[in-house]
Structure formats: C-alpha cells, structure tokens
C-alpha cells in the first residue's frame, strides 16, 4: 500500500532553516510527483512546492521563492525539503503528498515546525 | 484562484443528510478538458484523505454515501447519510490552475 512516511516534529528559533523530509513506499517513487502543502494554525491549507522525484526538477510557489529547497533520495525513496529564513508565521503542519494526474491521491501524516524565540 | 466554501460549519443529526458548497473565482475547466476538482476529508488529528477527484469520481475505498456534482466554477459534495466517522473538516482543491488553491474548510459535526 502506498505510504509517506515523514521526519518528526521540529522546533526552531526564527532565521533558523528546517529540514522536512518524506519517505515513500508501496509504489514506483520515480513515477509520481510529490508536492509540500501545510496547515498553519486557523489557516487554510496552502500549496507550497513540486518535485519530480524522477528527474529532480522542481517548482516553488511565489512567495516561497528563495526559501524553499528539495532534493530526491534515490537509494532510500525520500524527499528533503528545507525551508530557510524561518519567522513565526511559518509555524504550522507541513504535509508531503503525493499527486497523480493533478490530484492529491496520498498523504504523509504530517510534521509539527514551530518557530519561536 | 480563490475557493470559497459554505457553509463554513454544519451541525448535522446522525442518518440525515449534508450538503458542503465550493465555488471557484475562475472557471476550473482544463485546457485538457478535464476539471481538476477535488474534496478531501480531515478527521480530528490526522491529515487530509482524499474522497473524490474530478468533480465526481470516488477514491478507492470511499464510502458511496460520498457524491460530488457541478461544474465550471460550483461544486457539490453530498452526504446522503451522515455516520459518526464523517466528523471533520471538509476541503475542495483545484489544481486546474498553478498554483493549486484550497477551500478555507466546512467543520461537519453532530448535532
């Protein structure tokens, strides 16, 4: 069965970087991308990243430009995504998913980031 | 592309129905044809669940008491018989237009 698997929660002080990262199994990783969304608290879920594990290339929402990084393991089936230049409004659940043909078919089961001083 | 869902809470009696509304600022029709509309479930403590995708079409594994309708920019996601399990927030998605955007969320609960 397909499954995303993420790193644990994670607390950092602001201008700190974080490093997510998302395992995946139960299907052929190199043929599904996988996206980063996540939940800040009385927010709305928002769409963050894409990479495609099958050749790396990426693409980030706008206003994470700059400070969204991902990168593929091949060897162990992962994906890292480091967020850099933290503040506190960056505190929230962040989800790896994976997509298949535009939709959101697997989730993993989230990872708390909190940023405080 | 904004989503705006109604209600934004929803007090339900066990075994009677329930409507959620998502309307969309643009059309969410695909220069593919297709309409990249979903709903997801978010239970108390865990992440969203995929339900139902293109509008209509149930995932693996989702009760058939779930139904989505509409098109272009209204949708529809049908309870005919709500149980207990279904407590939750509800989402739509559209991932017709980059970026992907998502509803601010209906909390179903029981009345």
């Known amino acids: 069965q397909v499954q995303l698997v993420q790193s644990g929660a994670e607390v950092k002080k602001p201008g700190a970087s974080v490093k997510v990262s998302c395992t995946a199994s139960?299907?052929?990783?190199?043929?599904?991308?996988i996206h980063w969304v996540r939940q800040a608290p009385g927010q709305r879920l928002e769409w963050m990243a894409i990479?495609?594990?099958?050749?790396?290339?990426?693409t980030n929402a706008q206003r994470f430009q700059g400070r969204v990084t991902m990168t593929r393991d091949m060897s162990t089936s992962t994906i890292h995504m480091e967020l850099s230049s933290l503040r506190s409004e960056d505190t929230a659940v962040y989800y790896c998913?994976?997509?298949?043909?535009?939709?959101?078919?697997?989730w993993g089961q989230g990872t708390l980031v909190t940023v405080s001083s | 592309i904004v989503m705006t869902q109604t209600p934004l809470s929803s007090p339900v009696t066990l075994g009677q129905p329930a409507s959620i509304s998502c309307r969309s600022s643009?059309?969410?029709?695909?220069?593919?044809?297709?309409?990249?509309l979903s709903w997801l479930q978010q239970r108390p403590g865990q992440p969203p669940r995929l339900l139902i995708y293109?509008?209509?079409n149930r995932f693996s594994g989702v009760p058939d008491r779930f139904s989505g309708s509409g098109a272009g920019t209204d949708f529809t996601l049908k309870i005919s018989r709500v149980e207990a399990e279904d407590v939750g927030v509800y989402y739509c998605?559209?991932?017709?237009?980059?970026?992907?955007?998502f509803g601010q969320g209906t909390r179903l609960e029981i009345k």
């Open positions: 998913v994976r997509s298949s043909g535009r939709t959101f078919d697997f």
């Open positions: 139960g299907y052929t990783f190199t043929s599904y991308y």
């Open positions: 990479i495609n594990p099958g050749d790396s290339s990426t």
């Open positions: 643009q059309s969410l029709v695909h220069s593919d044809g297709n309409t990249y």
């Open positions: 293109k509008i209509s």
């Open positions: 998605t559209q991932a017709s237009q980059f970026p992907s955007t």
